[in-house]
């Protein structure tokens, strides 16, 4: 395995979310693999561990690079209350991500 990095992604959860009243934002913590920009490990501030192992597998081992296909999968296969927040906090990772690379950390 290459050199690998973590960050977070954030956005707002819905107000009559119970992420909302525990955490204020949603987050994700993502481990990404710096030479392949595959998602090595994935976690989140959801209230169910059930819902913490689904996004799991929505993004481990897919390409952080690759945005708008994750967001797709999350939009076709995640519907969750925070299906919008998930979405935006993984373009959130996506976008620092890139900012990284662009700034040749990564």
């Known amino acids: 395995m290459g050199t690998t990095i973590y960050l977070t992604g954030e956005s707002k959860a819905p107000s009559n979310n119970p992420i909302t009243e525990q955490w204020g934002l949603f987050f994700i913590g993502l481990i990404v693999d710096t030479e392949t920009h595959v998602i090595r490990e994935a976690d989140c501030t959801a209230m169910l561990s059930l819902t913490v192992e689904f ?7 897919r390409s952080l690079l690759e945005d708008d296909a994750l967001v797709e999968s999350i939009t076709d296969r995640y519907h969750g209350s925070s299906q919008r927040a998930l979405a935006t906090a993984v373009r959130n990772a996506a976008a620092k991500y890139r900012d990284l690379s662009a700034g040749a950390a990564v």
Request: glycine share 14%; aromatic share 0%; hydrophobic share 55%.
């Open 55 to 61: 996004v799991r597998e929505l993004l481990v081992g």
